[in-house]
């Protein structure tokens, strides 16, 4: 089973053995002090798994680290045979705790819907293995049946993550990266940007330019009366006859 709680454990028994060494430098072989043998014990799960309460805290991070290593599967060629053996390996796992308390028959019932789900993923593996889809199309919902079955119990049994399903991990593109590390990279919300408003634009009123001040004056054309009768008077009658 890829990234087994085993594996785990002595990841941490051997971290925990390196600080103890820290913390104690004299006692490690500092630069100037003798060099003496420092008790190390290990540490172990203090849960009873004979007991239902127990059994279930030592048993539901194992099954939380095998659901998040299947729902971050890719889906090549190679997802069936890697999600029946990290199925099979979990399985394992839980029966490596001991045999806890079952009072409604629960917890055998959900290892027997386990069974079922290998059985199926082998049968998948094969037919992939084969070149035969139609066959890995069909055998799909054996398969939900037989992880709706192992819910069930699950839940009965009063289990928290043994018969659900993993958290599926982003890189932060929206991509799963296949990763079980356990560590949720959040997705940032696109931001939608504010429409900016067009301003119509305003057509100047147009203005008169000012001549000097008040209402202009139209000239009056000159009355051609007055010389007519001037010219009347100097006409010939003022010459008398001899």
Known sequence: MRGSVSSIRRSAAAAASFAACAFALAACGGDDAPIEPIDSTTTTSTADTSSQSGFIASADPICQEANNAIANLGDDSTAISQERSITAGMKSDLEALGDPEDPDGS???YYSALNDEIRILKQQETASGEGDT???TSLESDLETARSDAATAADQYGFTECGGTGEVISDGEGDTTGSDSGVTTTT???VTPTTTTTPTPVT???VTPDTGGGTP???TPPSTGGGTGGSGGTGSG????G
């Open 107 to 109: 917890l055998a019932d």
């Open 134 to 136: 139609t066959t890995v």
């Open 188 to 190: 940032p919300t696109p």
């Open 204 to 206: 100047p009123t147009p």
């Open 217 to 219: 004056v139209t000239p």
């Open 238 to 241: 003022g010459v008398g006859p």
